[in-house]
């Protein structure tokens, strides 16, 4: 069974600082790998995800993940952040055809991004 | 542009009551889905249907129906509300199946309900 373990509950960081949220997942099938961001009192919205190929995947807003498949992880970066990136950030994965079509979220990380 | 919609938005229900959460999506996507969101949990997946006709369980699916009515429109059921449900649903829609694997899904505003 997959399941997506977000190593940080909550990250504090300084405007303007970089910043590293951790994702990393455990599947028996192959996987297909997102990043979902949460702003207060709205739904999910796609920040990127993982096509074949290059192993680092730019997104919205400066973000930018790398997967690295021998240590199943899927790490978020961003250089330098804003206030506006405080929010909740979800690492997500999809199981194929033989998993269903599942997707299965984190616990979220919840970035301050503090002035 | 509606994208996935949902309703209501608020719901305050008594223990023992039951009701319809309702989605539908203009986007032609086969799949939908149902998460539940709760501090510290993520979003954990109640049901879903990959494709019109078709329902699947999801992690938690103890006191949760569903039904999908059609290609537009999955409901969620519950027959007799816990306080355990009280907790924020998201209805999610997707082409994943469709057309390719990595396709995001799309999410609703939500539905907060409290169940005293």
């Known amino acids: 069974a997959q399941s997506v373990t977000q190593l940080d509950s909550q990250v504090p960081v300084f405007e303007e600082a970089p910043v590293e949220l951790r994702c990393n997942y455990s599947s028996s099938v192959s996987v297909y790998l997102f990043w979902y961001v949460q702003y207060p009192n709205q739904g999910l919205q796609l920040l990127l995800k993982?096509?074949?190929?290059?192993?680092l995947v730019k997104g919205i807003n400066g973000f930018e993940a790398e997967f690295n498949k021998s240590q199943t992880s899927f790490h978020l970066r961003k250089p330098s952040v804003h206030i506006s990136d405080t929010a909740e950030y979800f690492c997500a994965v999809t199981e194929g055809p033989t998993g269903g079509f599942k997707t299965i979220f984190g616990a979220g990380t919840r970035l301050f991004v503090k002035a | 542009n509606a994208g996935v919609t949902q309703t209501p938005k608020f719901q305050v229900l008594k223990t023992g009551q039951s009701m319809t959460l309702q989605c539908a999506q203009d986007?032609?996507?086969?799949?939908m889905y149902w998460y539940r969101q709760d501090p510290g949990m993520g979003l954990r997946l109640i049901y879903y249907?990959?494709?019109?006709?078709?329902?699947d369980k999801g992690e938690v699916p103890n006191g949760y129906n569903v039904s999908r009515l059609n290609k537009r429109e999955f409901s969620l059921r519950l027959e007799s509300a816990a306080p355990s449900q009280t907790s924020v649903y998201f209805c999610?829609?997707?082409?994943?199946?469709?057309?390719?694997?990595?396709?995001?899904?799309?999410f609703g505003n939500g539905t907060r309900l409290t169940v005293t």
């Open positions: 249907s990959a494709s019109e006709g078709t329902t």
């Open positions: 986007m032609n996507h086969n799949s």
């Open positions: 999610a829609s997707s082409t994943v199946g469709q057309s390719s694997y990595n396709s995001p899904l799309h």
């Open positions: 993982y096509l074949s190929g290059s192993t």
